[in-house]
């Protein structure tokens, strides 16, 4: 069972992208077969400056590292590594119909939210596909936010199987584990990259305590009880750090009256903050070792491009382009 995912350098990865994308996956590749990638290509098309997307590109590779990526078990690369996914984004892309990509939640969510759309972001579904069938993909751990474009992966690996020739490609299955489907952002809405809503993984401390206590709740006071105790966004994200029971104590603690919204807010940050305390050490030794870091990225791209190179082939034999 081949598993494979890919989280973009658009900015610092956030505790949405660990709990959707990065646990999930890291749990997943004791299995031995697993692929993981920077989608750099992705990146084009929200970034525009060539320094800030290196950057990004590197950290992300540090937190995947430090959060327990293990080059041994899963094979990690850089998406612009292997080129060969732009060429199957258009033998595929010139199957799509436009009205599948005008569909596409994630697009129309950016539009709303006046980030000036390319052609870029309307064909990301595409680039998306190409990632996922170019390696033989079963099964992609992701977020809740991406479960339309497996779909449409699906019906685009189909639909190419049908023209040209079933076996051309692997038709893939989504893994979306329902308790951290959508990790809510500051703002309530789901926490993005690109929505400013954001609590990273890693970063400096005195900014991120500054983040969770500045959490907006309502201006009701500490003793009043609060029936809607568990729709409260610190009692939500409390669940991810801390135990059951730790969490399920606060929660009833708020609903009965007398926990003051800044001394829950303060326990969420303590619970965060250890939370990740020792992959924060480990990233600190990677942060010295940046010679490390770039093998494991180069030697992922070499067992990459095996895989990639007999996909491509299938695929322009199958379409007669040989
Ligand atoms: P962008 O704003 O650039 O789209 P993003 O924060 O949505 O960035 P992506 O790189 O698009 O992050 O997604 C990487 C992975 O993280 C995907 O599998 C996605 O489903 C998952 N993910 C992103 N945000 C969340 C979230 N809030 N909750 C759960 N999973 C998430
Ligand atoms: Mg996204």
Known sequence: MRVLTGITPSG??????YFGAMRPAIELQAGGDAYYFIADYHSLTVITDPAERRGYTQGIALDWLACGL????SVFWRQSDIPEV????????????????ERAHSYKDKLAKGIAPNFGLFAYPVLMAADILLYDTNVVPVGKDQKQHLEMTRDIAIKFN??????????????ISESVAVIPGLDGQKMSKSYGNTIEIFGDEKVLRKKIMGIVMDSRTPQEPKPDADKNLAIQLLRFFAQADVAADYESRLRAGGLGYGDLKKTLFEHYWNFFAPYRARRAELVANPDYVEKVLHDG???????AAKTMARARQACGLR
Do not use: Q
């Open 12 to 17: 610092t990865l956030h505790i949405g992208n």
């Open 70 to 73: 293990d080059p041994a078990k």
């Open 86 to 101: 732009c060429e199957l984004t258009w033998l595929i892309g010139s199957l799509t119909p436009m009205g599948l990509l």
């Open 162 to 175: 049908l023209t040209y020739g079933e076996g051309t490609f692997v038709v893939p299955e989504e893994r």
């Open 301 to 307: 791209a070499e067992r990459a491009r095996a895989v």
